[in-house]
C-alpha cells in the first residue's frame, strides 16, 4: 500500500446551527489536560473556568442541536480487570480538582445539558456508545476531544469526527491516515502493536511507524501475529514473543460501544428556560466570563427531535450485560428562580455510585430531585 499522505481536503465541521449536528464533549479529557498544564491548582478557578469557557464558546459559535457530556467515575474500571497496570501510575488529582469538576457540573445543570457518567467506565466508552447511537437516529456526531483513543470512531462519510474544540477543521478518517499511516478501523490494532502510553503495554520494541507498516502490509493484528514467521531478524522475534501482550492490548485499547447508559434525544437537545437566567448569570460572574453573562442567561427553548429520530433512537440495541456492577447518571438541570438547579439521575437496578469517591460524585445526592420533576 502507498505511504499515506495528507488529506487534499480537509474535514469539516457540520455549519453552524445545523438541526442534526450532535456534539458529545470529553469533560474529564478537557479537564485533566488543563490540569497537568496548570497545577498545582490555587483555587482560583483555573480548570473551570477553562473548561466552561470552552463550552460557551462552543454553545454560542457553533450552535449545537443536541449536546451531551460525559465524565469518568472514581474507581476500577473494566481495564483494570484485565491489566493491573492500566493507568496504575497516575496521581489522584486532589480535592482542589474535585471542587473544580464540581463547579463545571453546576454550570451543565444549569443549562441543562446532560452528563453520562457509568461506574466501571470511563468517558472514552460513553462517548463511543453515544455516538454510535446518535447516529443511530441519523445525526451528524462531533466528539470533542483530543484524545487519538477516540479516533477510532472517524468514519469515512464524515459522519462522526473528532475535533479538539478550537481548529478551524475537524478530524475524519483521511486526517486519521495522514497522522498514523492506517485508518480509524486499524488504529486500535496499531496501538495493540505500538502500545499507548500507559494504557497497553504494546510489543517492546515495536512502534507506531512499523506497527502501521505491518499493518498496511498484512491487513490486520490478527495476520501481523499469525504471520509472525514472515518476518526477519529482531522483528521476528518480537512479533514471535510479544503475541500474548498485543491481543490484551487490543483489549484494553478498543472502545467499548455497550456502555449501560439511557440516551433520550429531548433530553440532549440543546436549550434552557428564562427562569434559569440567574443561575446562569451568577455561576457567569463568579467564573469571570463575559460570554456567559451578557449572552446566553436569556434563555433558548430546546427543539423537539422529530418522530423519526426518536423512533431509531428508540429502536436501538440494548446494551450488553457490563462486565461490572455499574450505576448511571444522566444529569439534566430543571432549576427554578428560588431553588438550587435540581437534576435528574436515572438508575437502572444495578449497583450504586461509591459515596466514598472523590467529592465530584456528591452534586448528584445533593441535586437530584423526586423522580418526575424537571424536563
Same mark, same amino acid.
Given at each position: 500500500m502507498p505511504t499515506p499522505t495528507p488529506p487534499a481536503r480537509p474535514t469539516l465541521l457540520p455549519a453552524p446551527g445545523e438541526p442534526d449536528a450532535c456534539y458529545l464533549l470529553d469533560l474529564s479529557g478537557w479537564a485533566r489536560g488543563i490540569h497537568e498544564v496548570r497545577r498545582p491548582l490555587t483555587g482560583d478557578h483555573? *480548570?473551570?473556568?477553562?473548561?466552561?469557557? $470552552?463550552?460557551?464558546?462552543?454553545?454560542? !459559535?457553533?450552535?449545537?442541536?443536541? +449536546?451531551?457530556? #460525559? #465524565? !469518568?467515575?472514581p474507581g476500577a474500571t473494566w481495564q483494570n480487570a484485565i491489566w493491573p497496570g492500566y493507568k496504575a501510575k497516575r496521581v489522584d488529582p486532589g480535592a482542589a480538582y474535585d471542587a473544580e469538576i464540581e463547579t463545571i457540573l453546576r454550570v451543565l445543570v444549569a443549562h441543562r445539558i446532560p452528563v453520562l457518567r457509568a461506574a466501571g467506565f470511563e468517558a472514552d466508552d460513553l462517548l463511543a456508545t453515544a455516538a454510535r447511537r446518535a447516529r443511530r437516529a441519523g445525526l451528524r456526531v462531533v466528539i470533542v476531544s483530543r484524545d487519538h483513543d477516540l479516533w477510532q470512531l472517524c468514519d469515512e462519510a464524515g459522519e462522526i469526527v473528532a475535533w479538539d474544540g478550537a481548529a478551524d477543521t475537524a478530524i475524519g478518517a483521511a486526517e486519521v491516515r495522514a497522522r498514523y499511516g492506517v485508518g480509524p478501523e486499524l488504529l486500535a490494532d496499531l496501538m495493540a502493536l505500538a502500545g499507548d502510553s500507559d494504557e497497553a503495554p504494546g510489543i517492546?520494541?515495536? =512502534? @507506531?511507524?512499523?506497527? /502501521? @507498516?505491518?499493518?498496511?502490509?498484512r491487513g490486520s493484528l490478527a495476520e501481523v501475529l499469525r504471520k509472525w514467521d514472515w518476518e526477519t531478524g529482531a522483528r521476528r522475534a518480537r512479533l514471535r514473543d510479544g503475541g500474548d501482550a498485543a491481543r490484551m492490548s487490543r483489549e484494553l485499547v478498543t472502545l467499548r460501544e455497550d456502555a449501560p447508559i439511557a440516551l433520550d434525544l429531548a433530553e440532549l437537545a440543546v436549550g434552557w428556560d428564562a427562569a434559569d437566567a440567574a443561575v446562569i448569570r451568577a455561576l457567569g460572574v463568579e467564573l469571570e466570563i463575559p460570554r456567559m453573562i451578557g449572552v446566553l442567561p436569556g434563555g433558548f427553548p430546546k427543539k423537539p427531535p422529530r418522530a423519526e429520530q426518536l423512533a431509531a433512537m428508540a429502536a436501538a440495541p440494548v446494551s450488553a450485560e457490563p462486565s461490572m456492577p455499574v450505576a448511571i447518571a444522566i444529569v439534566i438541570a430543571a432549576p427554578e428562580p428560588a431553588a438550587p438547579a435540581p437534576v *435528574? /439521575?436515572? /438508575?437502572p437496578t444495578v449497583a450504586p455510585l461509591d459515596e466514598s469517591g472523590p $467529592?465530584? =460524585? !456528591?452534586?448528584?445526592? $445533593? +441535586? /437530584?430531585?423526586?423522580?418526575? @420533576?424537571g424536563a
Open positions: 483555573v *480548570v473551570s473556568r477553562s473548561v466552561v469557557g $470552552r463550552l460557551v464558546n462552543l454553545l454560542l !459559535d457553533q450552535r449545537p442541536a443536541f +449536546l451531551a457530556v #460525559a #465524565a !469518568d467515575t517492546a520494541g515495536i =512502534g @507506531e511507524k512499523t506497527a /502501521a @507498516e505491518l499493518l498496511r502490509k *435528574v /439521575a436515572i /438508575a $467529592r465530584q =460524585g !456528591d452534586l448528584f445526592a $445533593r +441535586l /437530584a430531585p423526586p423522580r418526575g @420533576e
